[in-house]
């Protein structure tokens, strides 16, 4: 596998029977949080009433620092069903540029025939063992989030990626070129100097620069760069940030994680937050209007099923005890009613998902 | 080109000059509108505090029966950012796709480096003079849209569509499969019966049905089916009806109709219906954000541009005489606000766009 961002440092795994006990108890506190969504619909169409369309704040004002995260679970099964290797990467890249336009910090990829109760013993996340179709996803979309000026340590010539080079760039923010300025950039950690307790980063300028901290030469790492008091360009130096920084400061979007899940269950009990996710949503033709709002929210994790649906990797895993995929969310939405083709695949629900919930998870949060 | 289907009877074309001054006309009825569209969005919020978010209808029971249509347009020039024969196929099924998952009635493919002033003798909108990719997109939509038992009828092999094959099929409601009932089906005239005043109509069953109307092989046709007094499944017969009768009668999505546009002027002086377009979206970063809903209309047409957005459309055309793109449309809107990456491609725009625009469209005509 290709190199896993620092943020991504796996909890110790919850066993699905707490999660299931803990999923319990918060349908209990769905009707208490569905008046408190009722009270705030209220609060936000007196509030809508007093601006006109005409003068409503952009949203790019309003997203100048956000403390929530976004993370999104797919099956990575689903690129079994591209026609050519060429669409297999297309179809990858799809994936990797929905998560980006839609500022998305985690993407779990899951295995839709997996089992927790099998892989019990074999479940860290980066298990070699998982189908193809889920190694080359989770590859294709690491080799995409990286800035280019990195690539090349983190990713050696391998099969999967033949195509990637074909893939429309994700032009995300944090993909600098050498000449832009930028208040924090990514970077790999060429060097440990231990005389002066620093090392060198590679953060995609002429040369390396020094960082304040000694680290392991290899690491990904994000950096706020620091000019130096003369002003001399030549002489810039940096501090180790965690990943998360970016976002938090200045709401300048920072590129997502990537997450192997081995079964359905494992993109729930696997969470990589301390608080776990707060708010589950899961997509499907026979769920509900997507709401106004949503409850406000800390960790979101919205989940897409494959051409079989969320049904499929419920079936496979043992571990998860409920009939209905509807039981495992806190909101079970269908976000394209009226649909004029019997299917939407995964690459679209993306777009059309992330676009219908757009509203309703800003004005969560604000 | 492949075959037009018959509601695109297009109009005379309307002198540019003309609908420049009925866009003036139209700017002065904006604020009234724009009042009338608030008083309606009061009206709306009144009757949704009245719904709690768990007893909504869907839409699915809403949209039956539908008056409106709905035409996307979109320059065919993108088809030249595509990277591989394979992906320059791909990327018309993504449209393809789109449009059908929303209902989409007309797609319009236009040049954005073409001028109305220099084709003035050369705007049947079908002009072999187009660019290359705006005729290959167009005849990639045309083949995905047609059901797979008339595709031999109007689909002769051609280099445009020898990665067709490998496309994501529509899976719209209208491709019935042989065994499938249903009221209404898609036909091809195969015979003209003189002296009973028939036509025998290929609807993808098992043999030609006849049909009450006089009509020349060749045609592409929507039939009606009537079942046999006696019940007896070999003696069907049918009346043809226009394509938009499903849409209107049943809410049933028909299929798109697919015209060229020899410039982004002649996307709106070219309507097809005989009213015009009475509601004009135009999309763009630099737009408004989405209104919560939009004054009700009978024709709306949302325009997209390409890589270099709708300015360049309106730089190549002479004949619109405006400096900025919004001046062109009631509503220029920035359909993604926020967003993670530098750019959004025009595919992606359409399932953004039309995801963000669905509440107010669904809500401008209920």
């Known amino acids: 596998m290709g190199p896993i961002k620092a943020q991504a440092s796996y909890k110790k795994e919850v066993p699905t029977e707490t999660w299931l006990e803990w999923k319990k108890e918060k349908k209990a506190r769905k009707a208490k949080k569905r008046e408190k969504l009722l009270s705030e619909l209220d609060k936000q169409k007196e509030a809508a009433s007093e601006i006109s369309t005409e003068i409503e704040p952009t949203s790019q004002e309003e997203s100048k620092g956000r403390s929530w995260t976004l993370s999104i679970a797919l099956p990575g099964n689903i690129l079994d069903n591209a026609q050519t290797p060429e669409l297999r990467s297309a179809l990858a890249g799809q994936i990797a540029r929905a998560a980006a336009i839609f500022n998305v910090d985690e993407i779990v990829v899951f295995n839709e025939h997996g089992s927790l109760d099998k892989d019990k013993d074999n479940n860290s996340g980066l298990d070699e063992?998982?189908?193809?179709?889920?190694?080359?996803?989770?590859?294709?979309?690491?080799?995409?989030?990286?800035?280019?000026?990195?690539?090349?340590?983190?990713?050696?010539?391998?099969?999967d990626l033949r195509h990637a080079g074909l893939l429309n760039p994700l032009d995300a923010p944090n993909h600098y070129r050498r000449d832009d300025k930028a208040k924090?950039?990514?970077?790999?950690?060429?060097?440990?100097?231990?005389?002066?307790?620093?090392?060198?980063?590679?953060?995609?300028?002429?040369?390396?620069?020094?960082?304040d901290t000694q680290l392991t030469p290899g690491l990904r790492v994000t950096v706020e760069?620091?000019?130096?008091?003369?002003?001399?360009?030549?002489?810039?130096?940096?501090?180790?940030?965690?990943?998360?920084?970016?976002?938090?400061?200045?709401?300048?979007?920072?590129?997502?994680?990537?997450?192997?899940?081995?079964?359905?269950?494992?993109?729930?009990?696997?969470?990589?937050?301390?608080?776990?996710?707060?708010?589950?949503?899961g997509t499907s033709?026979?769920?509900?209007?997507?709401?106004k709002c949503l409850p406000s929210f800390k960790h979101i994790l919205v989940t897409f099923g494959g051409l079989r649906g969320l049904e499929l990797g419920l079936e496979s895993d043992e571990s998860l005890k409920v009939d209905d995929p509807s039981m495992l969310f806190d909101f079970y939405l269908n976000t394209c009613p009226g649909q004029g083709s019997r299917t939407i695949r995964t690459e679209e629900a993306l777009l059309v998902t992330l676009a219908a919930l757009q509203p309703a998870i800003n004005s969560a949060n604000f």
Not at 135 to 158: A, D, G, M, T, V
């Open 184 to 211: 924090f950039r990514e970077g790999y950690v060429t060097e440990k100097v231990k005389k002066s307790a620093h090392s060198m980063v590679d953060v995609g300028l002429q040369r390396p620069i020094p960082v």
């Open 285 to 291: 033709e026979r769920g509900d209007p997507v709401p």
């Open 225 to 281: 760069i620091e000019e130096h008091p003369s002003g001399d360009m030549k002489k810039l130096q940096g501090r180790v940030v965690p990943p998360s920084t970016p976002v938090k400061q200045e709401g300048t979007y920072w590129g997502y994680s990537v997450r192997c899940a081995p079964s359905l269950g494992a993109v729930f009990t696997q969470c990589p937050y301390d608080e776990g996710y707060d708010l589950l949503v």
């Open 129 to 159: 063992d998982l189908p193809p179709s889920c190694l080359q996803l989770s590859r294709i979309l690491q080799y995409l989030e990286c800035p280019q000026y990195l690539r090349k340590y983190f990713f050696p010539i391998h099969q």
